[in-house]
């Protein structure tokens, strides 16, 4: 079974703090990786998805990537309340297939 | 902006009714999706559709079926409610390529 694991938290950290979220993912094989935020009783936007390793900049989110150790990680820098949600991290396998697999979410908590 | 309507919310149901989820989406999109979320077990895959008339079954498809006669519309069926499929049920779609899931706003189904 290809699993993809998150803490389910929460993660509580104070406001303007770096939130540090992390994933990990058993198929070696994998070629994307995304990052959605779902606040409680809506459905999942796409925050950031990253192909290659390394790290992706979009303003105040960051995703990372090292596909030898089969980690992705999602850093929110200047955390604000409105970041508390959940984190899903999703994993596409290998082309040819669009199984995705989504972690069970981290619960982020923003402190004012 | 892509846009994923699912036409009902919330819907409320007894034991044994046939239940019909829509979904339809505005960008020509070939994949479409129906997953259910339920505490604790995350995203779940029920059927997947690559184009018209096309489907494939998810990691959980006993119970349901599908139909997709246009391009735009992917419905999810319920033949017979029961208990165990209360639960929110999200579409998403996304084009070959982009890779990228965009959810609906979700349908959270009770089954009395």
């Known amino acids: 079974q290809k699993e993809v694991e998150q803490n389910s938290g929460p993660l509580s950290v104070p406001e303007g703090a770096i939130a540090s979220l992390n994933c990990t993912y058993s198929d070696r094989g994998s070629q994307s990786f995304f990052w959605y935020r779902q606040y409680s009783g809506k459905s999942p936007e796409l925050i950031m998805f990253?192909?290659?390793?390394g790290d992706k900049e979009d303003g105040r989110f960051t995703a990372q990537l090292n596909k030898a150790s089969q980690y992705v990680s999602l850093l929110i820098r200047d955390s604000q309340p409105s970041d508390s949600a959940t984190y899903l991290c999703?994993?596409?396998?290998?082309?040819?297939?669009?199984?995705?697999?989504f972690g069970t979410g981290t619960r982020l908590k923003v402190l004012a | 902006d892509v846009k994923v309507t699912q036409s009902s919310r919330y819907l409320v149901k007894r034991t044994g009714e046939k239940v019909f989820l829509e979904c339809v989406q505005d960008m020509d999109h070939e994949n479409m999706f129906w997953y259910r979320q339920d505490p604790g077990l995350g995203l779940r895959l029920i059927y997947f559709?690559?184009?018209?008339?096309?489907?494939e079954k998810g990691d959980i498809p006993e119970g349901y079926s599908v139909s997709r006669e246009k391009k735009e519309r992917f419905s999810l069926i319920l033949e017979s409610a029961s208990t165990n499929q209360t639960s929110m049920y999200l579409c998403?779609?996304?084009?070959?390529?982009?890779?990228?899931?965009?959810f609906g706003a979700g349908s959270r189904l009770t089954v009395l």
């Open positions: 559709s690559y184009d018209v008339k096309m489907k």
């Open positions: 999703a994993v596409n396998p290998p082309s040819g297939t669009y199984k995705y697999i």
């Open positions: 990253i192909y290659s390793n």
């Open positions: 998403a779609s996304t084009t070959p390529g982009a890779n990228v899931l965009t």
